[in-house]
């Protein structure tokens, strides 16, 4: 699970500076998004890919909606 | 009127490769990675190797389909230059029917069980198996070096050919049987109208648009190309009967 989280962190950093979000402000919305993941995910044996993707962008688009968009299309683009 | 057929085909020939989406989905994401990884001057550098990988294939492929059907057309004299038009332009009406059911993939139930706000109304998903998609997307990520910038954009139109070969071979018959357009005029605009796309996307990402900005175009953009792309493939079928029966 770790692993997946360290990923994830890895993808998003990614995206917010692909998209140009200031360092600061980007770090905090990971920071935040993966804290409220976690906790989402708390005590659920079995978690899915899509699930994990679905929360992520939930709480991805409180703070930034094109941060949102690009990871939710990022598959479908090509 | 045996000038103005020929030009109006390979005016549409130019628009239809400028429409193609494969190679400006994959530029836009790799361009947004580059960014991502690296600084603006190293992402340009990347871009412009791509955009000469992308030249460069198509400069490649008009060659190749040159050579190869003067090679045939020396070897059969008598292949009757009629004959290969109405087989062309059946094979490009046919290629507008595939286009329109077949280019931009059907949403599946996998997909929508993302929140639909935050998905493209249109997915913009192209023909290509998703396990290509995906390697496209992750060899657009790896990329650090200009090589692999050159090499992605030379080899990504590879899976567009099956819409691209025939308009090659029709538009290579053309350029061999013409005297009133000279060919190199003919590749530099094909190869232009294929970076077009591209050159544009770079513009965008340069005047503060983002890979979101720039998907939501082409999701907006998608209706009208399912219908504007296979109205253009019949156009140009209709336009090639004409030829045949000049020429025939």
């Known amino acids: 699970m770790d692993k997946t989280f360290q990923n994830l962190e890895k993808t998003l950093r990614l995206h917010a500076r692909g998209l140009r979000i200031p360092a600061g402000s980007a770090e905090v919305f990971i920071a935040e998004t993966l804290k409220s993941v976690e906790a989402s995910l708390h005590g659920k044996s079995i978690i899915t890919e899509q699930d994990l993707k679905r929360l992520v962008i939930k709480e991805l688009k409180k703070y930034h909606k094109d941060f949102a968009y690009v990871y939710a299309n990022c598959d479908i683009i090509i | 009127m045996s000038i103005v057929l020929p030009v109006i085909s390979l005016v549409l020939v130019v628009v239809i490769q400028t429409l193609l989406q494969l190679t400006s989905a994959t530029f836009s994401i790799f361009y947004h990675f580059a960014l991502g990884k690296y600084s603006i001057k190293k992402s340009d550098r990347l871009a412009l190797s791509y955009i000469f990988g992308v030249e460069l294939f198509t400069v490649f492929m008009w060659l190749l389909t040159y050579f190869i059907l003067y090679a045939i057309s020396s070897n059969l004299p008598n292949l009757r230059q009629s004959v290969a038009m109405w087989i062309l332009s059946g094979i490009i009406a046919a290629l507008a029917l595939i286009f329109f059911c077949f280019y931009y993939r059907r949403p599946t139930l996998n997909r929508d069980i993302l929140p639909t706000k935050v998905r493209a109304n249109n997915s913009t ?26 090499l992605l954009g030379f080899f990504v139109g590879v899976p567009e050919l099956l819409f691209t070969l025939p308009l090659y071979i029709f538009a290579t018959l053309i350029m061999q049987n013409s005297t009133f357009l000279p060919n190199t005029l003919i590749i530099i605009l094909s190869v232009l109208g294929t970076v077009l796309p591209l050159f544009i996307i770079n513009f965008a990402f340069h005047s503060g648009s983002n890979l979101a900005d720039i998907q939501r175009a082409r999701a907006k953009m998608k209706p009208a190309l399912t219908f504007i792309l296979p109205a253009c493939y019949l156009f140009l079928a209709t336009t090639i009967i004409g030829i045949g029966l000049l020429y025939g």
């Open chain 2, 125 to 150: 998903a192209l023909f290509i198996p998703r396990r290509f998609a995906a390697n496209l997307t992750r060899h657009a990520l790896a990329i650090k070096q200009p090589k692999d910038a050159f």
